[in-house]
């Protein structure tokens, strides 16, 4: 009964925050809780150009399918392998979920976003531990109407979510893909143990370039990936789970990663290890490390 109660205690501390509506105070709170530096990053010098999308007139979800064709045609321009050994535009603004994420430290985020870039080989079950890129769209008519900033918000808790459930590093972009961009990433310094959150304000073409060099510097490839202790691209996304998110959560995942990676899946004693993440349901970490 007590330890019912004590639950109830805990989740009716943690702040639930909708993406699509998150305000700037929200995502200052959660940021404040994760001790997250924002600075402004350098703008790179695009070698190519990146045509933009016309829009036609259409509401997101109607523009949403060609937008993926298109943003796959841009960055293959700028070097961007997509296909079989590399990776693959995925629409997903139909997948309300798919970032639905809660701990005790970050919160109880929910929603989803509206591109994704994955590994080619990734399943459609398999794409919120893959997530590699996130493009939240907005149309042209919305942009000329209310701007970027309305959704700057909704954009860097998509971050945040897609780093804490992906295995793999994540960078989240914010645009019209037909005027700017606003993109956001998080760095990771291993001598202080200290993540930053990085912004670029910047026109197509860079964004494109910032894409391409955090695909091919960052991340892997690879549906089968999951963060291992000793791999150097590992360390960022390891550090992250164990000092940013909850401390009884980063305890358990220490544990799962020295003794229970190695016990047979699906067996009782790994299961058990697998229960003792209190926040995450049980079934997606059994995923993420089985």
């Not at 360390?235 to 990676?261: N, V």
Request: some cysteine; overall charge negative; hydrophobic content about 40%.
């Amino acid at each position: 009964m007590k330890e019912e109660l004590d639950r109830r205690e805990i989740e009716a501390e943690i702040m639930t925050v909708v993406l699509s509506s998150a305000s700037q105070s929200k995502f200052d709170a959660i940021s404040q809780k994760l001790g997250l530096n924002a600075v402004v990053g350098d703008i790179p010098s695009p070698n190519h150009y990146f045509e933009p999308f016309n829009w036609n007139g259409e509401s997101e979800p109607e523009g949403t399918p060609r937008a993926c064709q298109h943003l796959e045609t841009q960055l293959t321009k700028f070097g961007c392998i997509f296909g079989r050994n590399g990776y693959k535009v995925v629409d997903i603004h139909t997948r309300n979920s798919l970032l639905n994420f809660e701990d005790r430290r970050v919160g109880k985020l929910t929603g989803g976003s509206d591109v994704a870039v994955v590994p080619f080989k990734t399943a459609s079950s398999g794409v919120k531990f893959q997530l590699c890129v996130l493009f939240e769209l907005k149309t042209d008519g919305a942009v000329l109407r209310d701007g970027l900033e309305v959704s700057f918000a909704q954009a860097k808790l998509e971050l945040i979510a897609a780093w804490c459930l992906s295995h793999q590093r994540c960078m989240v972009v914010l645009s019209d893909i037909s005027s700017r961009a606003l993109v956001y990433e998080l760095s990771y310094t291993a001598a202080t143990n200290g993540f930053q959150l990085i912004e670029y304000d910047c026109n197509l073409s860079e964004m494109a370039h910032l894409v391409t060099e955090f695909l091919s510097s960052a991340t892997l490839a690879d549906a089968t990936y999951v963060p291992i202790e000793g791999n150097p691209i590992s360390e960022p996304k390891l550090a992250f789970k164990r000092c940013k998110l909850s401390p009884i959560d980063s305890l358990a995942l220490q544990d799962f990663l020295m003794y229970g990676q190695f016990l047979p899946p699906g067996s009782k004693e790994r299961c058990d290890m697998v229960s003792q993440f209190t926040y995450h349901p049980i079934e997606e970490y059994y995923h993420m490390y089985s």
